[in-house]
Structure formats: structure tokens, C-alpha cells
């Protein structure tokens, strides 16, 4: 038999639970490196940050979701499901790739203009100077970059240099913080703490570089640019931009009218407990995009492998974020003002509802990443859409009545209500 073609697919292989399992294992030092990152860094701005500190780094994260979520959550996403069955070596590998690169370049220009333009609604917390700007911008673009580099290693299969590069942004981001908090003890400098995290989680671009070469995946871009992959990628960014519209930005608006209503030392209460679904929700969002998407994306022409793949993984994510969630609630005395400070024990009352939002959050969760993987645009905006106006609903009557309680009560009925719907719309996928 010929030896395949350089831009030969590979061949999809079956799918089964102890896969999943055994790729999330695998996982385990990447994700273990980002919780305790992630954890470390949120003790630091409790303790060190001063009042308000906690929730001015979650404004600052989800400040760098707006810019990042383009590339991320749609170029990227795409650039999976089309990078993951091709061989480096082939030249629909550099149309893809360099279709990515071409769209990446739009949105980054496109969010950095809209920074030098109208700063004051998205970085005035910070009280910026025309310096922190300039070094924010720079930052997002080697944010970016490093990210692209990231899904090159993901798609090629190399799990090991993927979790090498997520270690070491674990360390640097947290290490600088550390670094400028520390030296500024008496007037905490957050803003420049914060820029810091964010050019120390740029510099990984020089290793994520090296590891791709060394790989052998960083082939010449040259030639035209592939209409087809330009018009297909682009449909990941459209569903990037419902949930950059309907999704980061009603948690960023959400988060300002708290902190107007409330003042930032009462929403750091609130804060605490999503700093704390944050953290759970990056270490499963991890395996999802690294175990669970590429495989579901690379099944896309075979509905059944792909139907049991996902029925596989519910059947295990099921139970064990019960269990996970329940152990949680009956820590909570103990856990949040370990994980924060003395003054964050009043945030385990608020501390139910998130996790039941949460659960019903991450079990519709492998079935909303089915219209990712088979580029339904249409649907997928829609549901964001949907889930984003029952959210600001329920917003608005419950917060006025339970106040802090009530954000998070809208997050259940949300959360809920969307369950729901993919329960009946995948009804399908229950029947083998």
C-alpha cells in the first residue's frame, strides 16, 4: 500500500469513555498548573489588592475576554476542527492556517481600534495612562499569537508541549503579580499588577514558537489566501461574535451595575463565589477543548461515532459534577476564606445557586460545542441570544428584590432554562 499524501487526513478513530477519561488524566499537570495559577493569583489581589481588588482582576479578565474572544472562541475553535485531520506537511494546512492568521489580524485591529477610540467605557477602572494603553495592546497581540501557536500543538495531537506551554503561563502570570503587589505593599498598584500578568502570559510566545518548530508546524505562508477557508472560518467567528455580544459583555455590563449598586467591597462577595465558578470552569473548559472538541470535531462526518462520543462523555460528566459540586457546598465555610481572605465568609451563603447554575451550565455544555463543531452559525447565535435575554429578565426582576442573591438566582433560571432546551433539542441523541 502507497504511503499517504502529505495533506492526507488522518483517520478518526472510534470513541469511548475511558478515552475521555485517560486524555483528561492526561491533562492533569496543565490543569492542576492553571488552578493553582488561577487560585494563587485571586489570594493575592484579595489580600494584597485591597478592598475591591478581587473583582477589579475579574474586570480585568473579562476585559481581555472581549479582545480575546474572537480569535479564541471562533478562529480558533475552527482552526481545530480543520488543522486537526490534515498532515503540517500539506498545503490545505497553510490554507487554513494562514486563513486564521489573515482573520485573527482583522478582529485584533478591529478590538485595539476600538480601545485607542472609546477607552473610557472598558479601561477606566483602571485609570490608564497612554503608556498602559500602548502595553495593554501589545500584550493582547502576543496573547493571541500564543494562543494560535497553542491549537497548532492541540490539532497536531502534541498534548505534551500543549500542557509545557499551559505550565509555564500558570507560573509567569501569577509570579508578576506577586512581583509588582509585593514591592507596593502600603498603596497597592493593581493596574500595573494586572498589565504585568498580562505581558508575562505574552512572553510564552517565544516557547509556544520554538516547541511549533520544532514540530515541524510552522510551514511558509505563501501563495493566495483560500476563499473556502477564509468563508469557513468565518463562520466560527460569527458564532464567536454571539457569544462575545451575548455572553462576555452581559457579564462585563452585569458586573458594572453591580459594583454602581453595590460599591466594590460588597460585589467582592459576589465575585468570590464566580471567582470560584471561574476557576472549576477553566480546569473543565480546559479538557473540553482538549480532550472533548477535537475528537467530536474530527467525528463530524460519522453523526453516529459522534452521537456516542457525546452520550459518553455526559454519562460521566453527569455524576461526577454532582459529587464535585456537592463536596464544594459543604466546604464552603472553610474553602472561601482559605481560597480568599477572613473577610470572604459571608459569600458561602451565595455559594448554592452558583453551583446549581453551574451543573446545569456544564451538562449542556458537550451538547451547545455540537453546533460549534458542525459550524451551525445560525443556531448557535440564536441560543446565545435566547439565554442572554432570559438572563437580563430575570436580572432585572430579582436583583431589585434579593439583591446580590437575585444575580445569582438569574443565573439558575438561565442556566435551567437552557438545559432544558438542548434536552429536547438533541431528544435524538438519547435514542442509540
Same mark, same amino acid.
Given at each position: 500500500?502507497?504511503p499517504?499524501?502529505?495533506?492526507?487526513p488522518?483517520? *478518526?478513530?472510534?470513541?469511548?469513555?475511558?478515552?475521555?477519561?485517560?486524555?483528561?488524566?492526561?491533562?492533569?499537570?496543565?490543569?492542576?498548573?492553571?488552578?493553582?495559577?488561577?487560585?494563587?493569583?485571586?489570594?493575592?489581589?484579595?489580600?494584597?489588592?485591597?478592598?475591591?481588588?478581587?473583582?477589579l482582576?475579574?474586570?480585568?479578565?473579562?476585559?481581555?475576554?472581549l479582545?480575546?474572544?474572537?480569535?479564541?472562541?471562533?478562529?480558533?475553535? %475552527? *482552526?481545530v476542527k480543520?488543522?486537526?485531520?490534515?498532515?503540517?506537511?500539506?498545503?490545505?494546512?497553510?490554507?487554513?492556517?494562514?486563513?486564521?492568521?489573515?482573520?485573527?489580524?482583522?478582529?485584533?485591529?478591529?478590538?485595539?481600534?476600538?480601545?485607542? /477610540?472609546?477607552p473610557?467605557?472598558?479601561?477606566?477602572?483602571?485609570?490608564?495612562?497612554?503608556?498602559?494603553?500602548?502595553?495593554?495592546?501589545?500584550?493582547?497581540?502576543?496573547?493571541?499569537?500564543?494562543?494560535?501557536?497553542?491549537?497548532?500543538l492541540? *490539532?497536531?495531537?502534541?498534548?505534551?508541549?500543549?500542557?509545557g506551554?499551559?505550565?509555564?503561563?500558570?507560573?509567569?502570570?501569577?509570579?508578576?503579580?506577586?512581583?509588582?503587589?509585593?514591592?507596593?505593599?502600603?498603596?497597592?498598584?493593581?493596574?500595573?499588577?494586572?498589565?504585568?500578568?498580562?505581558?508575562?502570559? %505574552?512572553?510564552?510566545?517565544?516557547p509556544a514558537?520554538?516547541? *511549533?518548530?520544532?514540530?515541524?508546524?510552522?510551514?511558509?505562508?505563501?501563495?493566495?489566501?483560500?476563499?473556502?477557508?477564509?468563508?469557513e472560518?468565518?463562520?466560527?467567528?460569527?458564532?464567536?461574535?454571539?457569544?462575545?455580544?451575548?455572553?462576555?459583555?452581559?457579564?462585563?455590563?452585569?458586573?458594572?451595575?453591580?459594583?454602581?449598586?453595590?460599591g466594590?467591597?460588597?460585589?467582592?462577595?459576589?465575585?468570590?463565589?464566580?471567582?470560584?465558578?471561574?476557576?472549576?470552569t477553566?480546569?473543565? $473548559?480546559?479538557?473540553?477543548?482538549?480532550?472533548?472538541?477535537?475528537?467530536?470535531?474530527?467525528?463530524? $462526518?460519522?453523526?453516529?461515532?459522534?452521537?456516542?462520543?457525546?452520550?459518553?462523555?455526559?454519562?460521566?460528566?453527569?455524576?461526577?459534577?454532582?459529587?464535585?459540586?456537592?463536596?464544594?457546598?459543604?466546604l464552603?465555610? /472553610?474553602?472561601?476564606?482559605?481560597? @480568599?481572605?477572613?473577610?470572604?465568609?459571608?459569600?458561602?451563603d451565595?455559594?448554592?445557586?452558583?453551583?446549581?447554575?453551574?451543573?446545569?451550565? @456544564?451538562?449542556?455544555?458537550?451538547?451547545i460545542?455540537?453546533?460549534?463543531?458542525?459550524?451551525?452559525?445560525?443556531?448557535?447565535?440564536?441560543?446565545?441570544?435566547?439565554?442572554?435575554?432570559?438572563?437580563?429578565?430575570?436580572l432585572?426582576?430579582?436583583?431589585?428584590?434579593?439583591?446580590?442573591?437575585?444575580?445569582?438566582?438569574?443565573?439558575?433560571?438561565?442556566?435551567?432554562?437552557?438545559?432544558?432546551?438542548?434536552? /429536547?433539542? @438533541?431528544?435524538?441523541? /438519547?435514542?442509540?
Amino acid at each position: 500500500m502507497p504511503p499517504a499524501s502529505p495533506s492526507a487526513p488522518k483517520t *478518526a478513530v472510534a470513541p469511548s469513555g475511558s478515552q475521555f477519561v485517560r486524555g483528561s488524566l492526561g491533562s492533569g499537570v496543565a490543569l492542576g498548573a492553571r488552578a493553582a495559577g488561577a487560585l494563587l493569583l485571586n489570594k493575592l489581589l484579595a489580600v494584597y489588592g485591597g478592598p475591591g481588588g478581587l473583582t477589579l482582576l475579574a474586570h480585568f479578565q473579562n476585559l481581555l475576554a472581549l479582545f480575546t474572544t474572537l480569535p479564541n472562541d471562533g478562529t480558533h475553535v %475552527g *482552526a481545530v476542527k480543520y488543522l486537526a485531520p490534515l498532515q503540517p506537511a500539506g498545503g490545505r494546512y497553510r490554507a487554513w492556517l494562514g486563513a486564521a492568521v489573515v482573520l485573527n489580524g482583522a478582529a485584533l485591529l478591529l478590538g485595539l481600534g476600538l480601545l485607542w /477610540w472609546v477607552p473610557g467605557p472598558l479601561v477606566s477602572v483602571f485609570q490608564p495612562t497612554a503608556g498602559w494603553l500602548a502595553l495593554f495592546g501589545l500584550g493582547i497581540m502576543l496573547l493571541v499569537l500564543n494562543a494560535l501557536v497553542g491549537v497548532m500543538l492541540l *490539532a497536531a495531537g502534541q498534548l505534551r508541549a500543549y500542557i509545557g506551554l499551559t505550565v509555564t503561563l500558570s507560573v509567569l502570570g501569577p509570579a508578576a503579580v506577586a512581583a509588582v503587589l509585593l514591592s507596593n505593599k502600603e498603596t497597592p498598584a493593581v493596574s500595573e499588577a494586572l498589565l504585568a500578568y498580562l505581558l508575562a502570559q %505574552g512572553a510564552t510566545l517565544l516557547p509556544a514558537l520554538w516547541l *511549533a518548530r520544532r514540530h515541524d508546524l510552522l510551514p511558509p505562508l505563501r501563495g493566495r489566501l483560500s476563499k473556502v477557508a477564509l468563508q469557513e472560518l468565518s463562520k466560527f467567528l460569527l458564532m464567536a461574535v454571539g457569544l462575545l455580544l451575548f455572553g462576555k459583555a452581559v457579564d462585563f455590563a452585569v458586573r458594572e451595575v453591580l459594583v454602581r449598586q453595590f460599591g466594590l467591597a460588597e460585589t467582592d462577595l459576589w465575585q468570590a463565589v464566580v471567582k470560584l465558578s471561574d476557576n472549576y470552569t477553566m480546569v473543565l $473548559a480546559a479538557v473540553m477543548s482538549s480532550v472533548y472538541y477535537p475528537r467530536l470535531a474530527a467525528l463530524a $462526518a460519522q453523526p453516529a461515532a459522534q452521537q456516542q462520543w457525546v452520550r459518553t462523555v455526559l454519562r460521566l460528566l453527569v455524576p461526577v459534577l454532582a459529587g464535585g459540586f456537592l463536596l464544594l457546598y459543604w466546604l464552603r465555610n /472553610w474553602l472561601l476564606p482559605l481560597l @480568599f481572605e477572613a473577610r470572604f465568609a459571608p459569600a458561602a451563603d451565595l455559594l448554592a445557586p452558583q453551583l446549581l447554575a453551574d451543573w446545569f451550565r @456544564f451538562i449542556a455544555w458537550p451538547l451547545i460545542m455540537v453546533f460549534t463543531a458542525q459550524a451551525r452559525v445560525g443556531r448557535y447565535v440564536a441560543v446565545q441570544a435566547g439565554s442572554a435575554v432570559a438572563y437580563a429578565a430575570a436580572l432585572a426582576v430579582l436583583v431589585p428584590s434579593y439583591g446580590l442573591y437575585g444575580a445569582l438566582l438569574a443565573g439558575v433560571g438561565r442556566q435551567g432554562l437552557l438545559l432544558l432546551w438542548c434536552a /429536547w433539542y @438533541f431528544r435524538e441523541y /438519547w435514542r442509540r
